[in-house]
């Protein structure tokens, strides 16, 4: 996924649209349109592996000891349950199945999960949970801001199309033979 999203976020990559021929477009939609379903999952694998961490801390602040996580693992549903409703009107994703997520943000996400041992929380200082949650916190921005840069060129694409059919360049035959 690395190369495939600097190439799609590369200045030039939304450049000369009018040129391109109907099926480029459509191609480009889809690629963009599967990288943010690569994103959108990552960014949910974030979200629950900081939930659980900050869950954590917030019980051992509540008086929770580090060594009993059955308080946690009880919670589970709810800390997990906590951002189904995302801010915001939302999208559709277009597609449900991310495909294979081998990038550098996901091991990155290894890595700290790897490091803060999220696995085994009892086992887990207050120090190393504390920064295992500020670095997905900061993981998770990162994932966003490459998800809102997709949907910018998924919102670009669209608009070329939606441009050519409202212009008379093509049909309606012609568009509808590929949105999928």
């Not at 349109?33 to 979200?47: D, G, P």
């Amino acid at each position: 996924m690395d190369q495939e999203l600097e190439r799609i976020l590369a200045e030039g990559y939304l450049a000369e649209l009018s040129s391109l021929d109907l099926s480029d477009i459509r191609a480009r939609r889809a690629e963009c349109q599967a990288i943010e379903t690569q994103l959108s999952f990552l960014r949910r694998m974030v979200q629950g592996r900081h939930d659980i961490a900050t869950g954590e801390i917030e019980r051992r602040r509540n008086g929770g000891s580090a060594s009993d996580v059955s308080d946690l693992v009880e919670r589970l549903p709810e800390i997990l349950a906590d951002r189904i409703h995302a801010p915001g009107p939302g999208r559709l994703p277009v597609m449900m199945e991310p495909g294979e997520l081998n990038s550098r943000l996901d091991r990155e996400l290894d890595a700290i999960t790897e490091a803060a041992n999220l696995d085994a929380p009892d086992q887990v200082t207050d120090g190393d949970l504390a920064r295992a949650a500020e670095q997905l916190q900061a993981l998770e921005h990162e994932v966003s801001t490459l998800r809102r840069a997709m949907f910018d060129r998924i919102d670009a694409l669209q608009a070329e199309l939606t441009r050519r059919y409202r212009d008379g360049e093509t049909s309606v035959d012609e568009l509808l033979a590929g949105s999928d």
